[in-house]
């Protein structure tokens, strides 16, 4: 894994061109982002409108670390370090890739508030700070309020450790899980998070992209002010992101295949209403007569007798159920009912009153019993 992480920009086809063009937007995003963060702050709040020129090296550089987090997710990719071209797409990118920073540390933000706002107003408030130092003095001895200043600084010094620990493990499997499907909800998602961050060999990616920018710091840091530095913690950060990917690219595509899988498995019960549904409309602009249910749902056609109550052929039914809710219409049916000339011969219905149907002898007759 590492090996293959750290020889993967050597397989690409602009190997030169992405260090110098890499280092040279990592250095712009190290100049202009102070500077621009210290105008903001300390000049004036209307420097704040040059945020798109200022922020732009930094998001750059940002998205171009998510697209090689993304091509060493892919299975089967031997081609090595994306190319660094596409600067709208890998500035959506890295905007996306600081939401998602942001958000995950929003809530150590919202926590270091509170506990700042708690203890201004205890100092504010009707608490008076030398009584309660006193009262401290006293149970505790002379040394008593500067050991509880101790520690409860300690203790915010700690949690606010474990907190960027745990970020800076975290934060890799949800950039991995953004970049696999391109979704910041998705880099959000704990349960997704969760399932990668808790593989093995996420654990071993992390790890070795931990040694890497490590190393390749320890590297950079002497030679940053000969620019050359630059580059080389460029190409620190992007082996610690192949590594990143190549990490979380198992939990990731299992996930993408059961998902993949599942939505196989849904489709043909899902479309059998809308084939339904088609059938219908397709029954509708062929003309033909209103649906109606299987054959055997309505009531049986009526037997009759005509001459000396002799039993005549059942007529067929008026409609043939073919399909689901289509139906087709008898083809005697249809031609009796377009050529009068067959209908006069078939049935004669309008040259006889009665219907053409004898009902047996008429009641009045007397009937011979001999």
Known sequence: MLIAAATALTRTDDTAGVVLVGGSVTLLGWILTPLWLAGV???SPA???AAPVALAPSLVARGYLVRVTRAAIQPGDAAG?????????LARDGLKSALLSAALLAPLAGGLAVAGGAVAALVAGPVEPGATATAVESALGPNGPAAVAVVAAAGVLALVGAYLVAFAYVRPAA?????ASGRLRDGLDPRTVAGVAA?????????????????GYAVAAPTVPLVVGVAVAFLARIVAHDLYGRGAAESLTEETEATTAATATRRPVDAAP?????????????????SVGPAGDGPPAPVVSGDGGRPMRSEPPAAVQVGRGVSVADES????DT???????????????TGGFEWGPALSDAEDKS
């Open 47 to 49: 420097v704040a409108v």
């Open 333 to 336: 049916d249809e031609s009796a």
């Open 339 to 353: 050529d009068p000339t067959r209908a006069d011969e078939a049935g004669g219905a309008d040259a006889d009153p």
């Open 274 to 290: 809308d084939a339904a549904r088609s059938g219908d409309e397709a029954g509708a602009g062929s003309g033909s007569g209103p």
């Open 175 to 179: 950039l991995a899980a953004f970049a």
């Open 81 to 89: 370090a994306p190319s660094l071209v596409a600067w709208g797409e």
């Open 199 to 215: 593989t093995g060999p996420y654990a071993t990616g992390w790890t070795l992209a931990v040694g890497a920018l490590a190393v």
């Open 41 to 43: 702050l300390f000049v």
